[in-house]
Nanobody, 122 residues
């Protein structure tokens, strides 16, 4: 079983930056999702097991960067130019295998972290 632990959330002002980390037990296809109060869980970014392929939601493209360091079993989400609408609980997710199908949907992932709160103030 893949174990996921997110960290790095916090309170930042609009325009600021924050880096989230996800400690995983092994290499696999992984993604970041977020969920704001009263809204559905939303895809943010994903990365293949090797790190060779990355995917982004249009809302964060150019502002967020997903990366991984497989030697440390860690996936990162570097967030810059943060906006109040980025406020949400951010979740790290992993597939059981390195397979991209349904990567945009939370239903396409097998394992989830506990979530970390990101709050962006105006």
């Amino acid at each position: 079983q893949v174990q996921l632990v997110e960290s790095g959330g916090g309170l930042v002002q609009a325009g600021g930056s924050l880096r989230l980390s996800c400690a995983a037990s092994g290499r696999t296809f992984m993604g970041w999702f977020r969920q704001a109060p009263g809204k559905e869980r939303e895809f943010v970014a994903a990365i293949s097991g090797s790190g060779g392929s990355t995917y982004y939601a249009d809302s964060v493209k150019g502002r967020f960067t997903i990366s991984r360091d497989n030697a440390k079993n860690t996936v990162y989400l570097q967030m810059s130019s943060l906006k109040p609408e980025d406020t949400a609980v951010y979740y790290c997710a992993a597939k059981a295998t390195d397979y991209y199908s349904h990567y945009v949907s939370f239903r396409g992932y097998d394992y989830w972290g506990q979530g970390t709160q990101v709050t962006v103030s105006s």
